[in-house]
């Protein structure tokens, strides 16, 4: 079992940076994959960046390529992201979820596990 806990969501002006963080627990962390994905208002999940279990493979979505970057601290148990240069349209629910896999992957549907999302705003 995977418990994840984000933080470090808020309201920023554009062109401002934050970084968020998502503790796990559990004794299988090392081994997964991590993602972050997002959801705006009205909007589908969509996928953000992966990294895999040893932290050697990242792959970032288009939309973020360049200002986002997706890292862990395996002996924290923790995934950070990173986000540089936001733009009013990075403003969503910010979730982390673990995957079954060691391989980093895009896929939502390779992840079961997810926290419970943390609310990042972007003012214009």
């Known amino acids: 079992q995977v418990q994840l806990v984000e933080s470090g969501g808020g309201l920023v002006q554009a062109g401002g940076s934050l970084r968020l963080s998502c503790a796990a627990s559990g004794r299988t962390f090392s081994s997964r994959s991590m993602g972050w994905f997002r959801q705006a208002p009205g909007k589908e999940r969509e996928f953000v960046a992966t990294i895999n279990w040893s932290g050697s493979s990242t792959y970032h979505a288009d939309s973020v390529k360049g200002r986002f970057t997706i890292s862990r601290d395996k002996a924290k148990n923790t995934v950070y992201l990173q986000m540089n240069s936001l733009k009013p349209e990075d403003t969503a629910v910010y979730y982390c979820?673990?995957?079954?896999?060691?391989?980093?992957?895009?896929?939502?549907?390779?992840?079961?596990?997810w926290g419970q999302g943390t609310q990042v705003t972007v003012s214009s």
């Open positions: 979820a673990a995957s079954a896999l060691s391989r980093s992957s895009d896929n939502s549907r390779e992840y079961g596990y």
